[in-house]
């Protein structure tokens, strides 16, 4: 026999329907996020819609303003449904730079081909605005100091020289990696050539810049965050 809750209605009964509805409203929030991630992909931020978004979600827009009250909330949703596989898989760390670059790239390689990857290219392309930083300015930072992590890792173990600019040696591998980009298949080959030739030039010391270089990059790179700091508040 079940019981009754204060307005005579079997407890069970209660319990059963609101499973229900939580499970319909987690459906909901699913087919949301998966149309706003199509929608980013295809759109941009620039060109993103929310009525876009509800049509492809089968939903109507006030039920997506009840949840996400405007496009940037909702942006921001799917930024952390994206972030949240590479929190769980953070970037390798083999013991030797060639093989940690080598998987790093691979994985770019694949993650760059899912609909996840282009939606992500579409806000890094449009990163210089301000409400596009602040959606993912924490994320790509983040991210980012991971790949720097690699080459000064590889420093602490002397496999590079002292002073050797991280950012620059992972623009380069990427740079040469993309020249020989394919739509379906990644050059694996192609891939470590660019990765050994990279290191190779960093052993012999061409991308240690002096201390006073090093100084003025870190203090041009302060400036543009506090540029990008005063825009946003602004």
Do not use: C
């Not at 019981?3 to 209660?14: D, H, K, N």
């Not at 929310?50 to 009250?69: E, L």
């Amino acid at each position: 026999m079940l019981a009754s809750g204060p307005m005579g209605r079997p407890v069970g009964s209660a319990r059963r329907t609101q499973g229900i509805l939580g499970g319909r409203s987690a459906q909901v929030v699913r087919r949301v996020l998966d149309a706003a991630l199509r929608e980013l992909a295809r759109s941009g931020h620039a060109g993103f819609r929310m009525d876009a978004v509800a049509t492809a979600a089968n939903v109507n827009k006030t039920t997506i303003y009840r949840r996400w009250p405007d496009r940037t909330a909702l942006l921001a949703a799917v930024v952390e449904q994206m972030r949240a596989p590479l929190r769980d898989s953070p970037l390798p760390d083999t013991g030797r730079l060639e093989s940690d670059l080598f998987q790093a790239f691979a994985r770019r390689f694949t993650f760059g081909r899912r609909v996840e990857g282009r939606a992500w290219a579409r806000l890094l392309d449009e990163r210089h605005g301000p409400e596009v930083e602040a959606i993912i300015g924490d994320a790509v930072d983040g991210r980012r100091d991971q790949w720097r992590s690699m080459v000064t890792r590889a420093i602490e173990r002397g496999e590079l020289p002292p002073g050797t600019e991280a950012r620059l040696l992972l623009e380069l591998v990427r740079a040469l990696a993309d020249a020989r980009g394919s739509a379906s298949r990644l050059d694996t080959t192609w891939l470590t050539l660019a990765i050994r030739t990279v290191i190779a030039g960093a052993r012999a010391g061409t991308l240690v810049r002096p201390p006073r270089a090093r100084a003025r990059t870190a203090a041009a790179g302060a400036r543009r965050s506090r540029a990008v700091r005063h825009g946003m508040r602004n």
